[in-house]
T-cell receptor, first 113, second 111 residues
Framework: DTEVTQTPKHLVMGMTNKKSLKCEQHMGHRAMYWYKQKAKKPPELMFVYSYEKLSINESVPSRFSPECPNSSLLNLHLHALQPEDSALYLC????????????FGSGTRLTVV | DAKTTQPPSMDCAEGRAANLPCNHSTISGNEYVYWYRQIHSQGPQYIIHGLKNNETNEMASLIITEDRKSSTLILPHATLRDTAVYYCIVRSQGGSEKLVFGKGMKLTVNP
């Protein structure tokens, strides 16, 4: 298995909802990443997990809460989002933090209404 | 500050070689040149990386100038499926080094 799987592919949520994005990989990678991508912009790093511990938080608002339950899974919990948080959320993994060969998922297209 | 400079867009005819330039005049000795691409509505895809020697894999070739201040990604026989935004990224392989995307370059392969 050489893929990063993200679910759901599309999500529409209200500003008072709580939802979660899921990311899964079975390549034995020990680093996992969340990126956010607005339309016509490059991906922006949000969080880095290394060996299931949070390594980098790029000053992301607390309404985004990451979780890494095990080495294969990465979640992004969403609460009280704003319409401007609508974006494509991308998950990636790599053999270890900083190593070559990031594998990205296809993303979750999030719309906040 | 962006570490790389790429033209915003480029066109290429199908079947021809696509040569994608990237300037990285402030690159450090321990920094690698990475190329990723992002096809519309998909996640970025790793293409190739190099330090100072030219590199080739099944997807592309990477030519790095001797002074390492610029590089060229070569897609030898471009197809319509190669239409994408291509990102040239300079970074070291240290554990805390982030993968930071710049604006990239839109390559359009025309029939």
């Amino acid at each position: 298995d050489t893929e990063v799987t993200q679910t759901p592919k599309h999500l529409v949520m209200g500003m008072t909802n709580k939802k979660s994005l899921k990311c899964e990989q079975h390549m034995g990678h020990r680093a996992m990443y969340w990126y956010k991508q607005k339309a016509k912009k490059p991906p922006e790093l949000m969080f880095v997990y290394s060996y299931e511990k949070l390594s980098i938080n790029e000053s992301v608002p607390s309404r985004f809460s990451p979780e890494c339950p095990n080495s294969s899974l990465l979640n992004l919990h969403l609460h009280a989002l704003q319409p401007e948080d609508s974006a494509l959320y991308l998950c990636a993994s790599s053999p270890s933090e900083g190593r070559v060969g990031y594998t990205f998922g296809s993303g979750t297209r999030l719309t906040v209404v | 500050d962006a570490k790389t400079t790429q033209p915003p867009s480029m066109d290429c005819a199908e079947g021809r070689a696509a040569n994608l330039p990237c300037n990285h005049s402030t690159i450090s000795g321990n920094e690698y040149v990475y190329w990723y691409r992002q096809i519309h509505s998909q996640g970025p895809q790793y293409i190739i990386h190099g330090l100072k020697n030219n590199e080739t894999n099944e997807m592309a070739s990477l030519i790095i100038t001797e002074d390492r201040k610029s590089s060229t990604l070569i897609l030898p026989h471009a197809t319509l499926r190669d239409t994408a935004v291509y990102y040239c990224i300079v970074r070291s392989q240290g554990g805390s080094e982030k993968l930071v995307f710049g604006k990239g370059m839109k390559l359009t392969v025309n029939p």
